[in-house]
Structure formats: structure tokens, C-alpha cells
């Protein structure tokens, strides 16, 4: 995933700093090599270096999204945010100093007021009206990614990162930036989804009190299209064979009902929905092959 955070923060340094190609906009250790290349390129470059991971623990979440597929439940845990920890610094090939030192804070100066008015990052936004690069993951294509710029806190190791790069080397300016990246975990497979739930209860010791209760789910689907599709917020009413309603339920999401408390026997399901044709099934209750679903054709 870091490596799609940082073709987003190559299109956009590259594209939207006055004065910069993408050309000029490199990822590489700000060390003696890119010290030479600077040099010789004989142009303005931008050097954004990751020099720190971090789970950030304010955005962690314990929620779980359950979906369905052919029977099968899935379950995605939230994905875990990493801070991806930035250091932006502008090189100028100039030979006098003080030319120098000007050209590049007027750079620093373009790229601050750029990530503030591109905030949040979104990675769809930033390659607009050009397509996103193959492979860029859905999860990342339309996030608004938070970004902190130049937080108050500072980067609390730059002197020990500007020694780590040379000798002789001088202190520079740098832009702290951190952007706040997804990292999903798998998807883990829950098991199939339970369509009878049969609760039994008795006083201790007196097989003949007992007493069943079932709960039953199921399914309302859209059939006239291929394959079918669940409809949500339908009405749904469980009847006895004489047309009597007994409950009535209505379908989430999913297109999922659920009806409760029910004795064993023979019921009818019946449902309607606004641009469909009403329909209707005898069911046994608990069912042979653990299936309610409804269509509708």
C-alpha cells in the first residue's frame, strides 16, 4: 500500500508545484547521491523521504463488516491506519549561497501551500482527469486520506537523520508531512449463514415440559435480473395456510428477514415491493434443506 501512497505524492509534487516535473521528484535517501544528481540534472528538486511508520491509535476500530455470498458469510475487520511519516526538502543546483537558500525556501513555500489546499488527499482526485495507474487498489482509489502538514510537534529526530546522511552536510529545512494510509487485513470467512435456530426449553428432569421455539431467515431476491440481487426494505409477512398474518418483517441490505418465536408446522411467506409482482410460498417450519427464500420473477 505504501508504494500507491507514493505514486500519488510523485503526480502530485510533479504536477502541481509550479515549476516541476516529476522528473524532479524523488524518493531516494537525501544523501551524497542525491546531493550529486542535483547537481547534475542543473534543475530545482523536491526530495520527499519516508523516514517513519506509525500506527496511528486514535482511528483504531474493533468494527467488523459482514456481508454474504451464496450462503457464505465474510467478515472484514477495519483496516488498520498507519501515519506514514514524511520528510519533503527542496535542493537547488545553484552555486551561490544566498541564490541558493532563496530558490529553495520559495519551493518549500510552493509545496506548503499545495498539501494545504489538497487536503484531504484523495488518490482519484490527484490524477484526475487521467485514470488511476493499473492495480491501484479500491480501497485507496476514492479515500480521503488526513494528512497533517508541518504539525506543531515537529519531526523529533532531524538531527540524527540529517548525521545518518553524510558527513560535511548541512542542516536543511525540511517539510513534515504525514498522511494517514489504510492497511487492510483479509477477509476471513465466518462460516455458512444460519438459517434455523431451534431453542429448546424444559424444566430440569421433565422431558415431557419441553418446548421448542424457532427462529427462522431467509432471503428475498430479485430474480428477473441475472444473477439475482437482494431487495432491501421490502414487506415480508409469515401467514398461516388460511391466510391469517401472523408477523411481518421487513429486508435489510442483504435482502435478509428473520422471523422468531415460532412453533413447528406449515406457514406461507408472502411479499410485495414497489415495482414488483407480489409473491408468496409455502414453507415447513423447521425446513428439510434449511432454505426460505423468496423471489420474486
Known amino acids: 500500500m505504501i508504494e500507491h501512497l507514493d505514486t500519488v505524492l510523485h503526480r502530485l509534487f510533479g504536477s502541481e508545484v509550479e515549476g516541476l516535473s516529476e522528473d524532479q521528484v524523488s524518493f ?3 544523501d551524497e547521491d542525491w546531493r550529486n544528481h542535483v547537481n547534475n540534472i542543473n534543475q530545482r528538486a523536491l526530495n520527499v523521504y519516508l523516514v517513519e511508520l506509525r ?3 486514535q482511528l483504531r476500530s474493533n468494527e467488523r463488516v459482514r456481508s454474504v455470498d451464496d450462503g ?3 467478515e472484514e475487520v477495519a483496516p488498520m491506519r498507519i501515519d506514514c511519516h514524511y520528510l519533503v526538502t527542496a535542493w537547488s543546483p545553484a552555486t551561490e549561497q544566498m541564490g541558493r537558500t532563496v530558490d529553495e525556501h520559495q519551493l518549500l513555500h510552493q509545496v506548503l501551500a499545495m498539501l494545504m489546499n489538497h487536503y ?3 488518490p482519484r482526485d490527484v490524477f484526475s482527469p487521467d485514470p488511476l495507474p ?3 487498489p479500491e480501497i485507496l482509489a476514492s479515500a480521503r486520506l488526513p494528512m497533517a502538514v508541518a504539525p506543531t510537534e515537529g519531526f523529533p529526530k532531524l538531527a540524527e537523520f540529517w ?3 553524510g558527513v560535511n552536510h548541512r542542516w536543511k529545512p525540511a517539510v513534515y508531512l504525514i498522511v494517514t494510509l489504510p492497511v487492510p487485513y483479509e477477509t476471513e470467512v465466518a462460516g455458512h449463514m444460519v438459517t434455523t435456530r431451534i431453542t429448546e426449553y ?3 428432569g421433565r422431558p415431557d415440559t419441553a418446548e421448542e421455539w424457532i427462529q427462522i431467515g431467509g432471503h428475498l431476491l430479485d430474480a428477473t435480473v441475472t444473477p439475482p440481487v437482494p431487495v432491501s426494505g421490502a414487506w415480508v409477512q409469515l401467514e398461516n395456510l388460511v391466510g391469517e398474518a401472523l408477523e411481518t418483517s421487513e429486508t435489510d441490505e442483504q435482502g435478509r428477514f428473520t422471523f422468531a418465536e415460532l412453533r413447528a408446522g406449515q406457514y406461507r411467506l408472502r411479499s410485495r415491493a414497489t415495482g414488483f409482482v407480489a409473491t408468496s410460498r409455502e414453507i415447513e417450519i423447521p425446513s428439510p434443506t434449511g432454505e426460505y427464500d423468496l423471489q420474486f420473477t
Open 120 to 122: 484531504p488527499l484523495v
Open 72 to 74: 457464505v458469510f465474510t
Open 163 to 165: 548525521g545518518s546522511m
Open 202 to 204: 424444559r424444566q430440569m
Open 28 to 30: 531516494q535517501p537525501p
Open 134 to 136: 493499473g492495480g491501484f
Open 55 to 57: 500506527e496511528n491509535r
